[in-house]
């Protein structure tokens, strides 16, 4: 059987698109940021997704699309090993971390959206009375889980209907409705009062900040970049498997980051406001992961048609979440298919069941040894395997694809997107990888904060060491 390809260039971009627009922008963004200070954890984190996150979306790019396989079999076939066929098993468990805990929070956001729209049609949503108490009653337990395996139903629907008639006919609507949604949304939420606050503390760039904060707030800004990017786990490299054509790979990674960091601002244009409006500062009072829920919901259940427009807003989510929970789904069920030859709807149903049982444990979110399982698989544990899995992607196409990776990428890409494909290739194989392995150690509390000069210093030097020794094209070869 011929494998699928995407049927339209516009397929690709929105479906890589809504694999990186979802719950990292909406849920997770605006509580990171408010963690971590508002602004100068926005510039950071901007940086990095520019500085890392495009180069690495192309790495993964190269793979998949030269490789026309999911990771297991593109990472064995274009290094010749059965070693790295074995590594890209990693990405399937780490795929199946990801989705166990998304498929939760999707389930919140699905309860969250029928409780409004029953709001709509005269019933008071739920929530509205005491947001706090009600998240708290919701987030764990059956209720829990069992809208997790509702959110899971919707995600295998769309992975069950293919490629093109599933996950490339599903973002291409999803997508757009995402975009003009928010929009509306926030500007609504510029006319609420605290606007102006809330838009001093996250859009106001104060270089001192910044400075004094960089260290802290490294760690979290990678991981945030990383999973925002969908990078790490595989995702992409199973997207562009499905290209079939020559067109330019940096072009698209460059829109695909550009619109995921459009939504991700514009999702804090419309959350900061509202919670500046009702008297939270983010600044004070951490708000995690309930922030979304407990603070907005607030917000909407002291407006005169607050339901209607907390519809709206939790329908938005639900759709950018489902973009992204098939991209997750797709990888396992990709592998199976590939390497097993497995029907696509058997697969399907075999690693949903999975699922079921692996998101159940995070819906109870029960406490092992101390830790409770939700937020350490959707905090540490998931930025952890996806460092290791894009480390492990850069150092593949720098070190075993090199001047074949050069190629794939000058394939349909312009001018000048080839001249910069050797610098690109330096990068890819040794200033990343560097770079994020030192931020995984500041994750582990290893205490690597030299100061600003001298890892500025060092940074310098890592370069320019890879620059004199990997000079030629060849040598990265
Ligand atoms: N990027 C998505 C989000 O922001 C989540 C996501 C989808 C993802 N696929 C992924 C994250 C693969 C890491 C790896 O919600």
């Known amino acids: 059987m011929a494998r699928e390809t995407w049927a339209t260039r516009a397929g690709f971009i929105l479906a890589a698109a809504g694999s990186a627009v979802g719950l990292g922008n909406i849920w997770r963004f605006p509580w990171v940021t408010a963690d971590n200070g508002g602004s100068a954890f926005l510039a950071v984190y901007l940086g990095i997704v520019l500085l890392v996150g495009v180069p690495g979306l192309l790495g993964e790019f190269v793979i998949g699309r030269r490789g026309q396989k999911s990771p297991a079999g593109a990472l064995r076939d274009l290094s010749g090993s059965r070693a790295w066929g074995v590594w890209g098993v990693f990405y399937v468990i780490t795929a199946i971390a990801l989705i166990s805990f998304y498929s939760v929070v999707g389930g919140w956001i699905l309860r969250y959206f029928g409780e409004s729209a029953l709001g709509v049609v005269g019933t008071q949503p739920t929530y509205f009375a005491a947001p706090g108490q009600y998240f708290g009653s919701v987030a764990a337990g059956p209720d829990a889980f069992g809208f997790h395996l509702l959110f899971l ?34 500007v609504w939420a510029g006319s609420r ?6 838009y001093a503390f996250y859009l106001a760039f104060d270089v001192a900040t910044v400075r004094a904060n960089f260290f802290d707030v490294l760690g979290p800004a990678a991981g945030q970049a990383l999973f925002t990017l969908s990078l790490g786990a595989g995702t992409m490299i199973t997207y562009a498997s499905y290209i079939d054509e020559d067109r330019s790979l940096p072009f698209d990674a460059t829109v695909i980051a550009t619109l995921n960091t459009l939504v991700g601002v514009l999702a804090g244009l419309v959350v900061f406001p509202l919670l500046f409006s009702l008297g939270v500062d983010p600044s004070q009072t951490s708000p995690g992961p309930g922030a979304l829920f407990v603070g907005l919901a607030g917000a909407f259940a002291q407006l005169p048609g607050g339901a209607v427009v907390a519809t709206a807003f939790f329908g938005v989510v639900v759709l950018a979440a489902l973009s992204s929970s098939i991209s997750m789904l797709e990888i396992p069920v990709s592998f199976l298919v590939d390497e097993y030859g497995l029907g696509r709807r058997p697969a399907v149903g075999l690693v949903a069941a999975g699922v079921v049982v692996t998101g159940g444990v995070c819906a109870f979110n029960p406490t092992i040894a101390g830790t409770a399982v939700f937020g350490f698989v959707a905090g540490p544990l998931v930025d952890t395997l996806l460092t290791v899995g894009l480390v492990a992607v850069l150092l593949f196409v720098g070190w075993v694809m090199g001047r074949d990776a050069l190629a794939e990428l000058r394939s349909g890409a312009g001018n ?25 150690l500041t ?14 210093l060092v940074a310098v030097a890592i370069g320019a060491a890879a620059v004199a020794g990997l000079r030629t094209e060849r040598a990265l070869v």
């Open 153 to 186: 139903a919707l995600t295998a629907l769309v992975v069950f209907a293919g490629v093109r008639r599933g996950i490339e006919l599903g973002t291409k609507v999803m997508m757009p409705a995402v975009l003009v949604l928010l929009v509306g949304l926030a």
């Open 443 to 456: 994750t582990f509390g290893v205490d690597a904060d030299l100061g600003f000069w001298p890892t500025a």
């Open 416 to 440: 000048l997107s080839a001249a910069v494909a050797t610098p690109w290739l330096l990068a890819v194989g040794v200033v990343l990888p560097t770079f994020l392995v030192f931020t995984l």
């Open 193 to 198: 009062p605290g606007a102006a606050e809330a």
